[in-house]
């Protein structure tokens, strides 16, 4: 059974940093990708970060761009998501999800979360003073 659990969200105040753990079972993550959405009261769900495991490639959001950064431990079957500099927009609940194993052969990971097949039940971060 694939399942995402994801850990880490929490209060901080706004120039803080956070890491945000998404942990993979039942499946590895070397043939799959993981992203990373967030979503807001009363927004819809968008794409923040994704990272195709095949071969490191990432792709972020430009609202993030320089401010988070997905890294990856093979031998938890982790990825995590590094967010520095928040910002009180930041405030989300934050889902990891996955993508694969055939697609991610054939395109780069993707922000949109439609193309995403597995979800974890998601992580409140909250910025605020």
């Known amino acids: 059974q694939l399942q995402l659990v994801e850990s880490g969200g929490g209060l901080v105040q706004p120039g803080g940093s956070l890491r945000l753990s998404c942990a993979a079972s039942g499946f590895t993550l070397d043939h799959w990708a993981i992203g990373w959405f967030r979503q807001a009261p009363g927004k819809e769900r968008e794409g923040v970060a994704c990272v195709r495991n095949l071969d490191g490639n990432t792709k972020y959001a430009d609202s993030v761009k320089g401010r988070f950064t997905l890294s990856r431990d093979n031998a938890k079957n982790t990825v995590y998501l590094q967010m520095d500099s928040l910002k009180p927009e930041d405030t989300a609940i934050y889902y990891c999800?996955?993508?694969?194993?055939?697609?991610?052969?054939?395109?780069?990971?993707?922000?949109?979360?439609?193309?995403?097949?597995?979800w974890g039940q998601g992580t409140q971060v909250a910025v605020s003073s």
């Open positions: 999800a996955a993508d694969g194993p055939v697609s991610v052969l054939f395109r780069l990971c993707v922000l949109d979360p439609s193309e995403y097949d597995y």
